[in-house]
T-cell receptor
């Protein structure tokens, strides 16, 4: 069975500070991993995904995430937060061996202070 | 391209009423799915479809029906609404089902309240 744990339902950072959103997964088979962002009253939008190859994945809006198999983690980072980054972020996992059912984490709401 | 569209945006129902949430995509995607989003629980898969005429259950299918008569449309039916179905509903689609790397595109959501 697969599962996703996002540490911290709320994270608050100052504008210009480092953003770090934590995600740990559990999977009995190699996973594909995703980060989505949801702005208020909108649907989810893909930020980045890890499938195969390079473990450091770069996404849109300056975000990146690193797949660490030994730590079963896929933390999302951005060097310098912007006010427009305030949103809810979801980590998700899908089996790499086929299938398309995606398991989502509970989400982390990011607040950015001026 | 309009992408994934959902109607209505908001709906209030009384317990026992029925309704259909509409979802359409114009990207010729094979795979479509319905999720519900509840506070602190992320998104949970209700039903999905891998192509016209083919549907299957997700994690939380009880109380919901779906059909897929065309590639473009994937309506979600609540036969007898219950307060536990108060939630935000998202429809999503992706191009292929054979590849699990394909990106899912989400609609803007329908906020449903059942009194």
């Amino acid at each position: 069975a697969q599962s996703v744990t996002q540490l911290g339902s709320h994270v608050s950072v100052s504008e210009g500070a480092l953003v770090l959103l934590r995600c740990n997964y559990s999977s009995s088979v190699p996973p594909y991993l995703f980060w989505y962002v949801q702005y208020p009253n909108q649907g989810l939008q893909l930020l980045l995904k890890y499938t195969t190859g390079a473990t450091l994945v770069k996404g849109i809006n300056g975000f990146e995430a690193e797949f660490k198999k030994s730590e079963t983690s896929f933390h999302l980072t951005k060097p310098s937060a912007h006010m427009s980054d305030a949103a809810e972020y979801f980590c998700a996992v899908r089996k790499a061996t086929g299938g398309f059912k995606t398991i989502f984490g509970a989400g982390t709401r990011l607040f950015v202070k001026a | 391209n309009a992408g994934v569209t959902q109607t209505p945006k908001f709906q209030v129902l009384k317990t026992g009423q029925s309704m259909t949430l509409q979802c359409a995509q114009d990207m010729n995607h094979e795979y479509m799915s319905w999720y519900r989003q509840d506070p602190g629980m992320g998104l949970r898969l209700i039903h999905y479809s891998v192509g016209a005429g083919i549907t299957d259950q997700g994690e939380v299918p009880n109380g919901y029906n779906v059909s897929r008569s065309t590639t473009e449309d994937f309506p979600l039916r609540l036969l007898s609404a219950a307060p536990s179905q108060t939630s935000v509903y998202f429809c999503a689609s992706s191009f292929r089902t054979a590849s699990s790397t394909d990106t899912q595109y989400f609609g803007p959501g329908t906020r449903l309240t059942v009194l």
